[in-house]
């Protein structure tokens, strides 16, 4: 007679058709000597300001930029708009404005100046230098022919294994400092100060960021009453998605917007809505080979405020 098959490796009845047991993954050990360095304390909201604050502006826009060398290049522009004043009145009122800007540019691996001339007699440069590897050197100015409206700042940061810092000097009597540290592999957390000598106004705040790849979530609050929280989310490599919310203390202002950055092959679509009622988006659309067409709208339906744009740009 024929030998009886073997009974089932975990009995015989209902406990046959259990699966078999999976082991359990050993979970992967976080290396806390060796986090990533976390972004700048100044970008904590940049994949959510991408989104939601697009560069809209209403008029004409015209930019050229011409390289001379691989370091040096010229650049040209041209707007002609409406600007809007200041008014005690809930109407929006509007100037016509136009102007031209010159400007050059060098960029080197270490060293960056980049500066602006417009007609009308400001003068703006950007200077980044590079001292060391972790230590880099800012400077921002922006001059003008209007008594007490030029502008200065200096900015030193430093970059670490897994943290960065930031001191900063302007005018006015102006002083900052900044630092932000990785807690774990996603998670950062920071504080900045800062000391207005002129206003005799001082300030501490500090903000939060986690991350991983499919999502960024901030937070921050301040000593100055603004209370600011942002979400981008990720839904695939050309789509992401993009909420943040601000409460005032000192005003009791309350805004939300939600936005949108969408990617496609020729052209990049970016969009939002906020709950003052304001509509906006910003077209990017490439023709051709350093050739960029460029469409904006801001709709502001309660203050009936329309603004309208589209530009050119020629030049990489």
């Given at each position: 007679?024929?030998?009886?098959?073997?009974?089932?490796?975990?009995g015989?009845?209902l406990?046959?058709?259990?699966?078999?047991?999976?082991e359990?993954k050993a979970?992967k050990?976080?290396?806390?000597?060796n986090?990533?360095?976390?972004?700048p304390?100044?970008?904590?909201q940049r994949?959510?300001?991408?989104?939601?604050?697009?560069?809209?502006?209403?008029?004409?826009?015209f930019d050229?930029?011409?390289?001379?060398n691989?370091?040096f290049?010229l650049s040209?522009?041209?707007?002609?708009g409406s600007m809007?004043v200041?008014?005690?009145?809930t109407?929006?009122?509007?100037?016509?404005?136009?102007?031209?800007?010159?400007g050059?540019n060098?960029?080197?691996?270490?060293l960056?100046?980049?500066?602006r001339?417009?007609?009308d007699?400001r003068?703006?440069?950007r200077v980044k230098?590079?001292l060391t590897?972790?230590?880099?050197?800012?400077i921002?100015?922006?001059?003008?022919?209007e008594?007490h409206f030029?502008q200065?700042?200096?900015n030193f940061?430093?970059?670490?294994?897994?943290?960065r810092?930031?001191?900063q000097?302007?005018?006015?009597?102006f002083?900052?400092?900044?630092?932000?540290?990785s807690?774990?592999?996603?998670?950062?957390?920071?504080s900045?100060i800062?000391?207005?000598g002129?206003?005799?106004k001082s300030?501490i705040?500090f903000?939060a960021?986690?991350?991983?790849?499919?999502?960024?979530?901030?937070g921050q609050?301040?000593s100055?009453?603004?209370?600011?929280l942002?979400?981008?989310?990720?839904?695939?490599?050309?789509?992401s998605l993009?909420?943040?919310?601000?409460?005032n203390h000192m005003?009791r202002?309350?805004t939300?917007?939600f936005?949108y950055?969408?990617?496609?092959r020729?052209c990049r679509?970016r969009?939002?809505?906020d709950?003052?009622?304001?509509?906006?988006?910003?077209l990017?659309?490439?023709?051709n080979?350093g050739v960029?067409f460029?469409?904006?709208a801001?709709?502001?339906?309660p203050k009936k405020n329309?603004k309208?744009?589209?530009?050119?740009?020629?030049g990489e």
């Amino acid at each position: 007679m024929g030998s009886s098959p073997a009974p089932p490796p975990y009995g015989v009845g209902l406990a046959a058709l259990l699966p078999p047991k999976e082991e359990k993954k050993a979970e992967k050990k976080v290396d806390y000597l060796n986090l990533p360095c976390p972004v700048p304390f100044e970008e904590i909201q940049r994949e959510a300001l991408m989104s939601l604050k697009p560069e809209l502006f209403e008029g004409l826009r015209f930019d050229f930029t011409k390289g001379l060398n691989q370091k040096f290049s010229l650049s040209h522009s041209v707007f002609m708009g409406s600007m809007e004043v200041p008014s005690q009145s809930t109407d929006t009122i509007k100037v016509p404005t136009s102007h031209y800007e010159f400007g050059a540019n060098f960029l080197d691996p270490r060293l960056m100046l980049v500066g602006r001339v417009l007609t009308d007699g400001r003068l703006n440069a950007r200077v980044k230098c590079d001292l060391t590897d972790n230590l880099t050197l800012k400077i921002n100015a922006q001059l003008t022919n209007e008594p007490h409206f030029s502008q200065g700042m200096f900015n030193f940061d430093y970059k670490g294994k897994d943290y960065r810092s930031q001191f900063q000097i302007g005018n006015n009597a102006f002083y900052g400092a900044n630092y932000i540290q990785s807690i774990t592999p996603n998670l950062s957390m920071g504080s900045e100060i800062f000391w207005l000598g002129h206003q005799r106004k001082s300030g501490i705040g500090f903000a939060a960021r986690y991350n991983t790849d499919k999502m960024v979530a901030t937070g921050q609050v301040a000593s100055t009453g603004i209370v600011a929280l942002s979400y981008v989310q990720k839904v695939s490599e050309k789509v992401s998605l993009a909420a943040d919310f601000m409460y005032n203390h000192m005003t009791r202002d309350v805004t939300s917007s939600f936005g949108y950055d969408y990617i496609l092959r020729q052209c990049r679509l970016r969009g939002k809505i906020d709950s003052n009622g304001v509509v906006a988006a910003y077209l990017e659309e490439r023709l051709n080979m350093g050739v960029n067409f460029v469409l904006s709208a801001e709709l502001d339906h309660p203050k009936k405020n329309y603004k309208f744009g589209f530009g050119l740009t020629v030049g990489e």
